[in-house]
């Protein structure tokens, strides 16, 4: 039994919300009569062909026995999944929606708003649910009685006892009915010829790895599309657990799980903004008698009255009385003591006007405002503001422990004799370079060979140890490639895609499991050192940025004039560039970094973007100098 989720909505699509929904009913299937083998799972914006794309994809390509959407079956506008399901069933189900909806309106009249649509094209079955996370469960629980039976029926499979208690109930007396005898009878060979089924799955022999010229010729993985593959990645992670942090300083790259408020204005008095000295407006310009000096931090008890001024600093309380301040350029010594030391008469040159140079109470902030949103990253300037408003304490999203681990039996550490044909292991040093840069705390798990035991042991104590493992190498065809094989056969890892449609990057594999109630992921990069440093950009980073709480996990992406010409690749390439600003240009120049090869780490040298180039078509096989393109930044500039 394969199942899919498929949750159509905007705002999740792009990483701005969690999908709760797709993540519930998840939890629902597996606990359900219908004991999925697999459960796949997508998000999607609410767009028709972006819609129709993930289900022929799920039933065309995937070959699911039951797919499940929510979200989009509303009002709104952008509310579209029934009119994208419906051209594509074979045969429409109306029993299974008047299920949902005469149910749903016992439990509130709006359930009439809903357009849910549901039928059956080749083989799968597909069911639109609201996209409320209680609506979607209820409407699950309203017909998971009659989906095993449905889905033998269509999937040709032997008829379980499901079958029977339906069928009994709509039955009247025939002259050829079979007697309740044989139904018994019937009822026990198709179960039992089920279940054996089931057992041989089960205990299917493991995949031999010595097997070679058993192994298959072609991937077993459909290639998806680079959005796709983002969305599944998103789909499948969501923010740590928040934690109290009561240093600021620790709290430096951290992304707060909370709004913050100022407790207090600030200034708390009103402040002077100038040196100079602090006056009555209205007494105008010239000569004034120096009363007393104010300085920063001091608490001062003097009035200024009229044909009187204090001296003042930068940031002090500006006295009674006083309603303006005038700049110390703007005055002239008149009279002073013997020694120097006191002013004693100054002259006012210009004429100051009320409020002149003073910023008021609350000026900066007021009591009350919100200073820093959930979501925000707290840098040097968002640690310096809590200081400001004198908060010490912050609640923060926690940072995922990452562990990378290299694969290949020609790997060496770096600085270690070399022979035959081993090289020097440089994925290693680069990711983890890559997140410490980024601030994400990382486990070095070394260098495995290309043994089933060795990666079996690797991977189990990165488990234990991480909340996210890379790994780089053994996941494209050769004898080799084990990574797969051990995720599915010894990890029991869900795989979620196994290729994607891109260059350089294509053995790219995202899975995840479940260890102790928790969720894992695990990026299976490939060997090449510049296809593993690409999509760790592409991929792992937005999953960890989501991870961290950032509201919005992506790279930035800006345009860019190519400074070169360029032959494009069947695939979409992620080409590495060096981008530039002229001040002669609005856009900056993009320069290659020479020869794209995906062993050359050469081209990594110096990059800050990744320039996205089309595929290669029957109209368009290359780019000019001059053309624009979308860069996705990944340095400074």
């Known amino acids: 039994m394969r199942c899919g989720i498929l949750t159509v909505s905007d705002r999740c699509s792009s990483g701005e919300t969690e999908d709760k929904s797709g993540e519930n009913l998840e939890k629902l299937l597996r606990s359900s009569d219908l004991k999925p083998t697999e459960i ?8 028709k062909t972006t819609i129709q794309d993930a289900l022929r994809h799920f039933a065309d390509d995937l070959k699911l026995n039951l797919v499940l959407t929510t979200g989009g079956t509303g009002f709104s506008p952008r509310d579209v999944t029934p009119e994208a399901t419906r051209p594509l069933l ?7 929606v008047i299920a949902m909806l005469s149910q749903s309106l016992h439990v509130t009249p709006l359930a009439m708003l809903s357009r849910a649509a549901a039928g059956i094209r080749k083989s799968t079955l597909i069911i639109n649910f609201p996209g409320s996370t209680k609506a979607s ?48 009878s019937q009822h026990y060979h198709h179960h039992n010829l089920h279940e054996g089924r089931r057992k041989h799955s089960r205990q299917a022999a493991k995949t031999d790895e010595f097997q070679v010229a058993s192994r298959p010729r072609h991937s077993l993985y459909p290639l998806i599309p680079v959005p796709e593959a983002i969305s599944v990645i998103l789909t499948n992670t969501f923010p740590l657990p928040t934690t109290t942090l009561t240093n600021l300083q620790d709290a430096l790259g951290y992304v707060l799980s909370e709004d913050l408020f100022s407790c207090d204005p600030f200034p708390p008095f009103r402040a002077s903004v100038k040196d100079g000295y602090a006056v009555i407006a209205s007494d105008g310009a010239g000569e004034r008698q120096v009363i007393a000096p104010v300085t920063a931090g001091e608490q001062s008890d003097i009035v200024v009255t009229s044909g009187t001024v204090a001296r003042i600093t930068t940031g002090a309380a500006v006295p009674q009385g006083a309603d303006s301040v005038v700049q110390v350029e703007d005055t002239e010594l008149i009279e002073s003591s013997d020694d120097g030391r006191v002013e004693v008469k100054v002259k006012i040159h210009s004429q100051p006007s009320t409020g002149q140079d003073i910023r008021p109470v609350g000026f900066d902030i007021s009591a009350g405002e919100k200073i820093l949103s959930r979501g925000d990253k707290l840098g040097p300037s968002e ?19 990452v562990a990378v681990l290299s694969t290949g039996n020609e790997l060496v550490t770096p600085g270690m004799s070399l022979s035959g044909s081993q090289i020097y292991d440089s994925n290693k040093t680069t990711l983890l370079s890559c997140l410490k ?38 996941v494209s065809m050769g004898e080799k490639d084990l990574l797969k094989t051990v995720l599915q056969e010894e990890l029991s890892a869900h795989i979620h895609f196994g290729r994607v449609f ?8 995202f899975a995840t499991v479940e260890v102790e109630g928790k969720r894992k992921l695990i990026f299976s990069l490939p060997g090449n050192p510049v296809s593993a440093n690409v999509t ?8 960890l940025h989501k991870m961290s709480g950032y509201s919005n996990p992506h790279f930035t992406t ?24 002229s001040p002669d240009n609005t856009l900056p120049t993009a320069t290659s970094t020479g020869s794209q090869c995906s062993s050359r780490m050469l081209s990594m040298r110096n990059a800050n973007a990744l320039l996205v180039f089309p595929p290669k078509t029957s109209a368009i096989t290359r780019l000019a100098r001059g053309a624009i393109v979308d860069a996705m930044v990944i340095g400074d500039i």
């Open 558 to 581: 800006i345009k860019a004039k190519l400074d070169f010409d360029c032959l494009l690749d069947p695939r979409p390439e992620y080409h590495r560039a060096v981008l530039e600003y």
């Open 437 to 474: 840069q980024k601030g994400f705390p990382a486990i070095d798990l070394g260098i495995s060979s290309d043994t089933r035991g060795d990666l079996v042991e690797r991977m189990r104590n990165a488990m234990s140890l991480a909340d996210v493992i890379v790994t780089s190498g053994g």
């Open 137 to 184: 469960h209820e409407c699950f629980t309203f017909v998971i009685p009659a989906l095993p039976h449905a889905i033998e029926l269509l999937s040709d499979l032997p008829v379980i006892h499901h079958h029977h208690p339906v069928q009994h109930h709509h039955t009247c007396s025939h002259p050829n009915r079979h007697s309740s005898h044989h139904a018994a």
């Open 536 to 543: 760790f950009c592409l991929f792992v980073l937005p999953a």
């Open 40 to 47: 796949v799972r997508r998000c999607v914006p609410d767009e």
């Open 502 to 509: 891109m260059k350089p990057g294509k053995p790219t594999t």
């Open 90 to 96: 074979d045969k429409e189900c109306p029993g299974l």
């Open 383 to 401: 640690l310096g503001l809590l200081a400001t408003v004198g908060i010490t304490e912050v609640k923060v999203y926690g940072k995922p422990i």
